[in-house]
């Protein structure tokens, strides 16, 4: 794999650089490799432990920009009172299956979030748990009042950023989700295209949004626009499928047996 700098708070994020200049501690600081030193009971941090933070760059599939908005027509609240509720209950607006354990500081730059979300393999059940265990998480690259961003690991099924804001606009407010990211690896490519992965990341973002909205008392409609901005495999990072988590997690549980039985001896 190619060398890469480390992540810095001068790490170009798509979403972020047009905004004011950050405050200081608003950007996580540089690291190479992820260290976690608390891992929710019942996952692993094989994947997240020691890895590298990927932007899109060291993808291997086509490169996507993902965006999902709802309006919270009505709702009397700043756009800073909005993202305090949706960062401390960003786990509990996630569809089921999905599951995220947020650091115990809260969503704060240079934490890792845990990730525990089986793959689909079948894709008309996009809207249902997946059956191939993914266990892994996301660096929490940058977060202020109304906007957090998060990195993904080497690993994660897409390489890139999310995004998530809240905003003003046109007298009213807007909670917005958006990604730039590639396929990690042509396995991931492959679900992404043929199993249901790309419809199944679709539904989640705006499965989140409907629930934000509806905590605050909204039926809101989330819209939802993409544009492949590269439509070339990256095939340099076609060797990514080393780190991959879907396999890694599967071969983990698979070794569960052997581990108990070392443990016992």
Not at 7 to 30: K, L
Not at 43 to 66: E, M
Not at 102 to 127: H, Q, R, T
Request: glycine share 10%; charged share 20%.
């Amino acid at each position: 794999m190619d060398e890469t700098p480390p992540i810095t708070g001068q790490t170009a994020v798509p979403g972020i650089g047009a905004r004011q200049q950050p405050a200081e501690g608003q950007w996580a600081r540089p690291v190479n490799k992820l260290a976690v030193d608390n891992v929710p009971q019942g996952l692993t941090a094989i994947n997240v432990q020691g890895r590298q933070p990927n932007g899109a760059l060291q993808g291997f599939g086509q490169l996507w920009k993902k965006t999902y908005r709802v309006r919270l027509s009505g709702v009397s609240k700043t756009p800073q009172e909005v993202m305090q509720v949706w960062k401390a209950r960003f786990p509990e607006f996630q569809p089921e299956g999905n599951r995220f354990y947020p650091p115990a500081e809260g969503i704060v730059p240079g934490k890792v979030m845990f990730i525990d979300s089986p793959l689909p393999v079948v894709p008309p059940w996009y809207n249902r748990p997946g059956v191939v265990p993914m266990t892994s998480g996301v660096m929490i690259l940058y977060s202020d009042e109304t906007l957090f961003s998060v990195m993904t690991p080497e690993g994660f099924p897409v390489a890139g950023w999310n995004n998530f804001s809240v905003e003003e606009e046109d007298g009213g407010l807007v909670a917005q989700v958006q990604s730039y990211e590639r396929a990690s690896d042509p396995i991931y490519e492959f679900g992404f295209i043929i199993m249901g992965g790309s419809k199944r990341q679709e539904y989640i973002w705006i499965h989140v949004l409907t629930e934000l909205a509806a905590h605050f008392g909204v039926k809101g409609q989330v819209t939802s626009s993409k544009e492949c901005l590269d439509p070339k495999m990256q095939w340099r990072y076609a060797g990514n499928v080393w780190q991959n988590a879907g396999v890694r997690t599967t071969l983990y549980k698979l070794a569960a047996p052997l581990r108990w039985l070392t443990r016992k001896n």
